[in-house]
């Protein structure tokens, strides 16, 4: 047996160690005389801790990935620079994106900041912008953890997928299907993906079993009536009468010219199976109704009349998310919460689109290009996009608080991390003195926000150099702050989201990132 890693076991090694001793191995003394120091030493039993986690608890986990789409800059946030540190730092604050001093807010007992921006209008849209980021960050630093990163690209599809893969760090696994694999075997739809651009791409690995791969959600809200073949169609036949028509089409189809000629094919086995035991495993479950967020109102949408009802909990989501309907973020959230809860998958995509979003009542819920008009004005959308996200996660982490897991005490929360994936950063130059109407451009430079009771809270892997305002590196075992390291680290974010929800990594090829796990 070799050591890796500077003298620590790797996981397999160290579960083949203790399998061995559970035998009675003859061979153990010896094995345990040459790698006694790497089984002691803390990080080696920390990561045993985790090996243990993730193979002896069964129960599911769930990941919920925010596609903050056009680069959400997290100097504009959690990691804000003030000026008058940029200026004793020797750089000049006011051609750098730094705030005023009063802006930038203390979190007591944290490392963390908190923006605070009035602006009299959102870009060139005469919406006025009053934020204040101190409320949430409060709330949730504690289950609050910020890894800073240097991406590989400022396209912005490329980035979004990358953000998801690590980079191909994995197999060109998504971080959506490895969370599937490992706790969505079972489940009707394990990786449900209502997200835009890159974020809703699939990862490359082609072995995986097809369950892991995303189920592209268009539309949130009225997606739920499509999961039953029958079900809200009038004078339709017995369902045993339209069971025994599915039959005879598909042993139809599979004797026609077409069938014979791609049975093997890959792409019919899988449609196959979707409208066969697929179709029939949606169907028997009543998802048609549980996710069904619509209410019963006739004569405009008389669901009864069609033998339709909604879920137990509709009411309660469209008083949390009053504009589902118009909000594509705010529906989102809402079947996020019923995917959850009703056990239907084990990682949701959301997120925004580059589309302007208006309510009925004219309210602007999303700007043209989401984060990606501050190429027209970084200030007001940055502190507007991180609003927006911050309420739509606060609300969705007080339903899966409020909803008990099971009956151990724990709650969907306690089991769920929140990852805000982003492409890239912006630029950090501004014009001289600057504070609304500037523009920035695309910057590989930025972090990630993440949110969880499993992560380390309340901590920032790497920071910020406030002469420059970039972020700096650090080690993804320990957790120690690297300056001056600026080197890509998209496995490392990948493997820390992975470690922190007890995926099983053996043989990944990943790097050891047990500073993201809470211990």
Same mark, same amino acid.
């Given at each position: 047996?070799?050591?890796?890693?500077?003298?620590?076991?790797?996981?397999?090694?160290?579960?083949?160690?203790?399998?061995?001793?559970?035998?009675?191995?003859?061979?153990?003394?010896?094995?345990?005389?040459?790698?006694?120091?790497?089984?002691?030493?803390?990080?080696?039993?920390?990561?045993?801790?985790?090996?243990?986690?993730?193979?002896?608890?069964?129960?599911?986990?769930?990941?919920?990935?925010?596609?903050?789409?056009?680069?959400?800059?997290?100097?504009?946030?959690?990691?804000?620079?003030?000026?008058?540190?940029?200026?004793?730092?020797?750089?000049?604050?006011?051609?750098?994106?730094?705030?005023?001093?009063?802006?930038?807010?203390?979190?007591?007992?944290?490392?963390?900041?908190?923006?605070?921006?009035?602006?009299?209008?959102?870009?060139?849209?005469?919406?006025?912008?009053?934020?204040?980021?101190?409320?949430?960050?409060?709330?949730?630093?504690?289950?609050?953890?910020?890894?800073?990163?240097?991406?590989?690209?400022?396209?912005?599809?490329?980035?979004?997928?990358?953000?998801?893969?690590?980079?191909?760090?994995?197999?060109?696994?998504?971080?959506?299907?490895?969370?599937?694999?490992?706790?969505?075997?079972?489940?009707?739809?394990?990786?449900?993906?209502?997200?835009?651009?890159?974020?809703?791409?699939?990862?490359?690995?082609?072995?995986?079993?097809?369950?892991?791969?995303?189920?592209?959600?268009?539309?949130?809200?009225?997606?739920?009536?499509?999961?039953?073949?029958?079900?809200?169609?009038?004078?339709?036949?017995?369902?045993?009468?339209?069971?025994?028509?599915?039959?005879?089409?598909?042993?139809?189809?599979?004797?026609?010219?077409?069938?014979?000629?791609?049975?093997?094919?890959?792409?019919?086995?899988?449609?196959?199976?979707?409208?066969?035991?697929?179709?029939?495993?949606?169907?028997?479950?009543?998802?048609?109704?549980?996710?069904?967020?619509?209410?019963?109102?006739?004569?405009?949408?008389?669901?009864?009349?069609?033998?339709?009802?909604?879920?137990?909990?509709?009411?309660?989501?469209?008083?949390?998310?009053?504009?589902?309907?118009?909000?594509?973020?705010?529906?989102?959230?809402?079947?996020?919460?019923?995917?959850?809860?009703?056990?239907?998958?084990?990682?949701?995509?959301?997120?925004?689109?580059?589309?302007?979003?208006?309510?009925?009542?004219?309210?602007?819920?999303?700007?043209?290009?989401?984060?990606?008009?501050?190429?027209?004005?970084?200030?007001?959308?940055?502190?507007?996009?991180?609003?927006?996200?911050?309420?739509?996660? $606060?609300?969705?982490? @007080?339903? &899966?608080?409020?909803?008990?897991? !099971?009956? =151990? %005490?724990?709650? /969907?929360? +306690?089991? *769920?991390?929140?990852?805000?994936?982003?492409?890239?950063?912006?630029?950090?130059?501004?014009?001289?003195?600057?504070?609304?109407?500037?523009?920035?451009?695309?910057?590989?430079?930025?972090?990630?926000?993440?949110?969880?009771?499993?992560?380390?809270?309340?901590?920032?892997?790497?920071?910020?150099?406030?002469?420059?305002?970039?972020?700096?590196?650090?080690?993804?075992?320990?957790?120690?702050?690297?300056?001056?390291?600026?080197?890509?680290?998209?496995? $490392?974010?990948?493997? @820390?989201? &992975?470690?922190?929800?007890?995926? !099983?990594? =053996? %043989?990944?090829? /990943?790097? +050891?990132? *047990?500073?993201?796990?809470?211990?």
């Amino acid at each position: 047996m070799s050591l890796r890693n500077n003298g620590r076991l790797s996981r397999r090694e160290i579960l083949k160690a203790l399998s061995m001793c559970a035998a009675g191995s003859a061979t153990l003394g010896p094995l345990l005389t040459g790698c006694r120091d790497a089984l002691s030493s803390p990080a080696a039993l920390e990561q045993l801790g985790g090996v243990r986690q993730a193979r002896l608890d069964g129960k599911p986990r769930f990941l919920i990935v925010v596609g903050a789409v056009g680069g959400a800059s997290i100097i504009d946030s959690m990691l804000a620079v003030r000026g008058s540190e940029t200026t004793r730092a020797g750089g000049n604050a006011a051609r750098l994106n730094t705030f005023a001093d009063a802006q930038v807010q203390n979190v007591d007992g944290s490392p963390f900041r908190a923006v605070k921006v009035d602006s009299p209008q959102l870009g060139n849209i005469p919406v006025p912008v009053k934020t204040d980021q101190l409320p949430f960050v409060k709330k949730y630093k504690d289950s609050m953890l910020v890894a800073t990163s240097v991406g590989t690209s400022v396209n912005h599809v490329i980035a979004q997928k990358r953000s998801l893969t690590g980079n191909n760090a994995w197999r060109g696994r998504t971080l959506q299907e490895c969370v599937a694999l490992q706790y969505g075997a079972g489940l009707p739809l394990p990786n449900v993906n209502m997200g835009n651009g890159g974020f809703v791409e699939r990862g490359t690995d082609d072995s995986l079993p097809a369950y892991c791969y995303g189920e592209v959600v268009a539309n949130p809200s009225l997606w739920p009536l499509g999961l039953d073949g029958m079900k809200g169609l009038k004078d339709v036949p017995s369902r045993d009468v339209v069971a025994l028509a599915r039959s005879t089409r598909n042993t139809l189809d599979a004797q026609s010219v077409f069938g014979r000629t791609f049975d093997d094919a890959e792409a019919l086995r899988l449609w196959n199976e979707q409208r066969t035991s697929g179709q029939s495993a949606l169907e028997v479950q009543e998802l048609i109704s549980r996710l069904n967020v619509l209410p019963d109102q006739p004569p405009k949408m008389p669901l009864s009349e069609y033998g339709l009802s909604s879920s137990p909990d509709a009411e309660r989501l469209r008083e949390v998310f009053p504009d589902y309907m118009s909000d594509p973020v705010e529906g989102q959230a809402a079947l996020a919460f019923l995917l959850i809860k009703n056990r239907v998958s084990v990682s949701v995509t959301l997120g925004p689109s580059f589309n302007m979003v208006t309510t009925p009542s004219y309210k602007v819920t999303n700007p043209p290009l989401a984060y990606d008009f501050s190429h027209n004005d970084h200030r007001s959308i940055q502190a507007f996009m991180w609003s927006r996200l911050m309420d739509t996660i $606060d609300k969705l982490i @007080g339903l &899966l608080k409020s909803e008990p897991f !099971d009956s =151990s %005490g724990e709650s /969907l929360w +306690d089991r *769920s991390l929140i990852y805000m994936a982003t492409e890239f950063g912006r630029t950090r130059s501004r014009p001289e003195g600057a504070t609304e109407m500037f523009g920035t451009g695309h910057d590989l430079n930025n972090g990630f926000m993440i949110l969880s009771p499993m992560v380390r809270g309340n901590t920032v892997l790497g920071g910020v150099e406030p002469k420059t305002t970039l972020t700096y590196g650090f080690d993804p075992r320990t957790g120690a702050p690297e300056p001056g390291k600026m080197t890509s680290n998209e496995a $490392d974010i990948f493997s @820390g989201i &992975l470690t922190a929800m007890g995926v !099983d990594t =053996s %043989g990944s090829g /990943l790097p +050891d990132a *047990s500073a993201f796990r809470r211990t």
